[in-house]
């Protein structure tokens, strides 16, 4: 079950890394922008934002989950390393730009708090992570890295939720302003279960 549930959270981790993409190849309103208005899709600081942030954070989904494969680790860690170093200078780059647009989220205050927790979770648990494996402290940085990627994966969470969301309310703004918390506090819960065990043998500040 554990092999199985890795399989599914890498290969959604490889179709919604690669989603943002599509907004690059379609023309007119697509996804979330269709929830935007006009003076915001002409904002350049805006628009620059957006696409930083999906394009950069859709490289951090998809690098990110090989982090957690043992297999790499042991066997090709100059990779492991390559890809570490990837994955934090997209959450850097994309994090901060989240938190930008997260001002905007649609669906007023809500939303934008629960959008810029996220942001602020994922950098301070991503800084964090980084910090500690340059002290060598492996398993702790082993822990916050499941707390970091946990929040990257609320890209796929939150596509998961919404449309759910959408009809059980039948009102897209209810259903974004539930979905920009639930989309990552509970991977957050799942987090630290799946660490209890790395968290049982080591003293954890």
Known sequence: MKKIGKVIVAILSILIGL???????????????????????????????????????????????????????????????????????????????????????????????????????????????????????INKHQILMHYSYAACFAAVTLRIWLPVLTVSFGDFIIAYSIVAWLCWIPNLIVAYYLTRNIRSSTRYL
């Open 19 to 137: 989603y943002p993409f599509v907004y690059f190849l379609v023309d007119e309103k697509f996804g979330l922008l269709n929830s935007k208005s006009n003076d915001l899709l002409t904002n350049t600081v805006w628009n620059t934002a957006f696409y930083t942030h999906i394009t950069l954070g859709g490289i951090a989904l998809l690098v990110g989950w090989t982090q957690f494969s043992k297999r790499i680790r042991s066997t090709r860690l100059k990779l492991h390393k390559l890809l570490g170093k990837v994955y934090v200078i997209t959450v850097l780059i994309s994090g901060v730009s989240g938190v930008y647009i997260g001002l905007f989220a649609t669906g007023g205050i809500i939303a934008s708090l629960g959008f810029i927790g996220l942001g602020m979770t994922w950098l301070y648990s991503t800084i964090a992570a980084y910090r500690q494996i340059v002290k060598g402290q």
